[in-house]
C-alpha cells in the first residue's frame, strides 16, 4: 500500500490516560478545535473533531472514558494526513503544558494514534 492509500477511512484518535476527567476531555477537545491550523481545516469543512466513547480492543466500552477523534474529509486527505498527525501530538503537548499552568497536579498523559474508521 502506498503512502495515503486508505487516508478517507483513517482518522487520529486522541486519547488521555485513566487520570483525566471528562472536563480534561472536553478542553482538549476545545483546545485542538482553536489550534489555527486544525480550525482553518475545520472551517474548509475538511476535518471534523468529535468526541466518542472509548472502546478497547474488543470493542467494549471502558468505563465512561472518551476520546477524541478527528477525521479528515475530501479527496487531498492523504497528502496532509502525516502533517495532521504531527500537529495533533504538538497541539496535545501544548494543551498539557497549559494545563499544568492553571491547574494543579500533573496533567494526564495524551497518545496520539492513527485510527481506522471503517472498523477494520
Do not use: C, Y
Not at 471528562?22 to 478545535?33: P, V
Not at 472509548?54 to 502533517?83: K, N, Q, S
Amino acid at each position: 500500500m502506498a503512502e495515503g492509500d486508505g487516508v478517507a477511512d483513517a482518522g487520529i484518535r486522541v486519547r488521555l490516560d485513566g487520570t483525566a476527567s471528562e472536563s480534561d476531555i472536553g478542553a482538549l477537545r476545545k483546545w485542538l478545535e482553536r489550534e489555527k491550523p486544525l480550525d482553518e481545516l475545520v472551517r474548509a469543512g475538511e476535518l471534523r473533531i468529535h468526541e466518542r466513547r472509548r472502546t478497547d480492543e474488543t470493542g467494549a466500552p471502558m468505563g465512561a472514558g472518551m476520546e477524541i477523534v478527528l477525521v479528515i474529509v475530501g479527496a487531498g486527505a492523504g497528502a496532509v494526513f502525516t502533517e495532521l498527525v504531527d500537529q495533533v501530538k504538538r497541539a496535545v503537548s501544548a494543551w498539557r503544558a497549559n494545563r499544568r499552568d492553571v491547574e494543579d497536579g500533573e496533567p494526564p498523559e495524551g497518545r496520539v494514534d492513527r485510527v481506522n474508521l471503517d472498523g477494520r
